[in-house]
């Protein structure tokens, strides 16, 4: 529920005005809205300031002697001036610290990178902050083409990609050190393999995964109540199993539809295990609402999010938040089970080389019609994700390659959970427990055979409640394991599995049309408020050099139509849109 910004010069015989930092914080505020701060500095070199909403108790920055911690999120292992080390920190969180015994800045984010914090350099100073669009904006950074591409392909950035020139988000793990010898940039952890985990059989491994998770999640003991998500599938399922035997203090709730299987799977989930549950779904008249609340969703989700979607959940948590201020989300459960490498097929595990294409393809970027661009991105997209993924993991390339795609999942999670994770900061405490060091250490570890498919996520689940295990999945068949005396209850589920996979062999072309009224009237409002109430043209739009002339006016000509099928590329064209012209910024015509 907080934000950060920071100016910090590389020389200590060079001032920081505060006036430079309350410049910095205002524009922080001009797009978040009105929010109270705190400051901090070190001699005249350094300064910087935690931002919360008004609503929140006021901002502290923690003091002990000389030294002093800025921090957002939710942070473990780490006091000013104890003695703790980097490596110790878990969360997700992101800092900016002074150590006085050593008279060493610390600019880091968390072990995952799921809090954004980003950095950028000018004349001799970094300048950190939580908001990309806050320093974009006061650095006047010119927009990045391959950035803006990137997004408008894959719907996201991971890693350290921005939309911006010059405007890095740190990499999870990362960290600024700042003394009297210069600025350097340090690596404190990275995932790596527990090798007597790997070595675990089935109930040894049920047994060492429960006892980690629980053990991170009794943090949580006496705390207030959080809301804890809830859906038809395993993840969350799991995650609130495990929340139980830690004591956490929780409410479930699902979002979605009233009738959606979803709801109605997660509701008799919650009533089995006496959970008190509450459902969300979006107003009726949505598509009137939608227009005044995309600043919002563009400025809180930094141009990095589709701002129709990121709408959506943001208006569930203002509801959330007007209850309980804290969300546990199940993002992370996958590495429990074969998600992050089923696309391995027959070669998981028995391999250290990772089929990158398949990677790319089932993974990474969706099929998509190209032809509204004015030169298809993908060839240039593919290859930049290629090379940042196979940097990431090559200090895993000893290892299976189930144990890589399991690394490459959790990165690349930095532009979904993290990304969503971030820019719920202003009305929710978010916390993503399965990304945990702990808790993923152990699940990272465990032999991949153990984790195919759902074996291993079915049996922590029997083990510990096995009447909820026992109740159907939203992708078919109960969340037991399989038994012959139950096998006929896993043909949903089996069946699912099959056309799923036929489904990313074939992936070509464009999505499906889908007839959906009620998107078509939203978009149609979007338009208008782009238009400022009339149609847009094409070429009026700042980001009109991105795409094909004749194709762009099409494309916004069918963009009302109830069975338009590119809504993704729509959001994320309105998303480029929105943050050029936040930042007033222009790409070159050609």
Known sequence: MAGLVAIIAHDHERAVDPGDLDDLADTYRSLRGKQQLAVASVARH?????????WAPSPRIERSGHSWLAAVGRIRGYEPG???????????????????????????????????????????????????????????APPSVPGLLAFLRSGYHFGAATNWEGVERLEPGTCLRFSSRGRVRDVYWRPAVDPGAARLGLKQAVDHCIEAAVEDMR????????????????????????LREGDAAFSTNTVGGTDDLDMRVARRVASAAG????????PDGWSERLPALLRAALTWGDGHLEVIQ???VLWVHAQQGERYRGLFNGGGGEHFRSYAWTQEFLRAGTSSRVNFDNWLDMRMLSPMDTSIFRRDPTAQVRADFRRRGAAWVEPLSRESNTTQLDALYA???TGHFGAYHSAAAGLLTTELPFYRKRTFTAAHSIHFRLRDRHRLMRHMMERLDPLVASIETEPGGPAAPWRP?????FLPYYGRIARTAARKVRQRGSPASVRDPEAAEGRRAVLRSLAGGGDPASATLRSASLFDPRALGDFLSRAANPGFS?????GRLVTVELGLRETDAALERT
């Open 46 to 54: 350094a300064r910087v300031a935690k931002i919360v909403p008004e």
């Open 82 to 140: 104890a003695q703790a080390t980097l490596d110790e920190l878990d969360g997700q969180f992101g800092i900016v610290a002074y150590d006085g015994r050593s008279d060493e800045i610390l600019v880091a984010t968390d072990p995952f990178g799921m809090q954004s914090v980003f950095a950028a350099e000018r004349d001799g100073r970094t300048y950190v902050s939580t908001s990309a669009f806050c320093l974009a904006r006061y650095l006047r």
């Open 219 to 242: 943090a949580h003991e006496g705390e207030a109540t959080r809301w804890s998500d809830l859906t038809g599938g395993f993840d969350s399922r799991l995650l609130n199993l495990l």
């Open 275 to 282: 959970w008190e549950w509450s459902g969300f779904s979006v």
């Open 310 to 312: 990121l709408a959506r």
């Open 411 to 413: 990165y690349k999670s």
């Open 485 to 489: 005396s139950n096998s006929l209850r």
């Open 566 to 570: 590119e809504a993704s590329l729509f």
